[in-house]
């Protein structure tokens, strides 16, 4: 059974930093494509970042593009991603996904995910 358990969300001031984790068990995590995807109160869920399942290829939403680093280690079976510069509009529950398994392509888009954490609080406010 795969389980993706988030960490690392919490309360945090606009310009601060938080750096999220996604704990993965189960599966050949290796083989897998990551993301983290994000829902604020009253909105979908959204898109946030993507890795390859090599970690040679990642994505970005415009709205995190250089605020947003999302990494691997394959040998923790562990994702991440760290959030620097902070927004109020930042304030979400975030979510990790695994999905595309030995594909060739990164999934971007929710409804190619297979697995996903049950996520974590981030919010941003003064």
């Known amino acids: 059974q795969v389980q993706l358990v988030e960490s690392g969300g919490g309360l945090v001031q606009p310009g601060g930093s938080l750096r999220l984790s996604c704990a993965a068990s189960g599966c050949t995590f290796s083989s897998y494509g990551m993301g983290w995807f994000r829902q604020a109160p009253g909105k979908g869920r959204e898109f946030v970042a993507a890795?390859?399942?090599?970690?040679?290829?990642?994505y970005y939403a415009n709205s995190v593009e250089g605020r947003f680093t999302i990494s691997r280690d394959n040998a923790k079976n562990t994702v991440y991603l760290q959030m620097n510069s902070l927004k109020p509009e930042d304030t979400a529950v975030y979510y990790c996904?695994?999905?595309?398994?030995?594909?060739?392509?990164?999934?971007?888009?929710?409804?190619?995910?297979?697995?996903w954490g049950q996520g974590t609080q981030v919010t941003v406010a003064s």
């Open positions: 890795i390859s399942w090599s970690g040679g290829s990642t």
């Open positions: 996904a695994a999905g595309g398994e030995l594909e060739t392509t990164t999934p971007i888009r929710s409804y190619e995910y297979d697995y």
